[in-house]
């Protein structure tokens, strides 16, 4: 099963990214010669018009192969080559295979929002003696209304009001045996840790949830305006993240493989559908955002040559792309054997998995 899970995801990322590339293509006029999902020798294949469509032996990305792509390549009508369109199609072309990565994202969360997610309610389950929340009277089994005027509907709405206001005085509404009552809470000041490591100022009150929980449905435009903020807040972390690696705050540690995605595709699939259509669309966007990093060979790389070629007024040397291309998998192949070695020690030791 394992297997069988990674393998519908790996195929819809490679998939939905390609089928980018393919169709900005046939829209801008290129001939498309073929559209492989996977590497390597050819397992089948069926020519249907000027396309070929293949399914290759190594599953770990995918190609469109396009006409007067590469530089041996023969030219004989100029109209339908990738090499002799204008450099805005080009970039288009190259540009919307990672887009379709994130409108992927954008679609699976989509589908989440509007079928329903268990969310916690902001029913309070504990009471921390000697906390804030303990002297100001709040107890078990008390539900959250409103804090400062701002509705609070689930415990993650009110965990993060409060951690926002360290040290000021906060006004909850709340539900104790269908009465409401008000109280006067301050926001005791911590320090804590952030996703990347680093020590953060945050505001705790002392309580813990009922792990009660409802399903939340929001209708399609509703859960269309979450999908894009659910998709922006990811791409945002993920270039965070990236910074934070050069600025050696978060360790390379964090680096996973083809390894490390089989597993916790397993592990999400076990979970649910819901939890395993989120990590397909985190994995889907971290796609898109590392392609267009301005690496050769990956398109953020195709990219930067050809801005570099709008200004310039003319292609770049196919020699210095060339040697670009063989530095950018350079890169890569040490990533790749980096992100490898990482997979390994997270088998001989489980406790450095993540949760999932």
Known sequence: MTFLYAVLLFGFLIFIHELGHFLAAKLSGVKVLKFSI???????????????YLLSAIPLGGYVKMYGEDVQDEIVEQARSFKHQPVYKKIFIVFAGPLFNILGAVLLFWIIFVSGIPVLKPVIGDVLQNSPAYTAGLKTGDRIIEIDGKKISTWFDMAQFIQQNPGK????????????????????????KNLFGERVTVGQIGIKPAEKFFIKKEDPLTALNKSVEKCYEIIELTYLTIVKIFQKVVSTDVIGGPILIFQVAEKTAQQGWISFLSFAAIISINLGVLNLLPIPVLDGGHILFFLIEAIRKKPLSDKFIAVSQRIGIAFLFALMILAFYNDILRILDPSKMPKP
């Open 38 to 52: 996977g590497f390597g020798p050819k397992i089948i294949g069926k020519q249907i018009g000027e396309t070929e």
């Open 169 to 192: 005085t906060l006004n909850f509404k709340i539900e104790r045996n269908n009465e409401l009552l008000e109280l006067n809470i301050i926001a005791q000041t911590k320090e804590a």
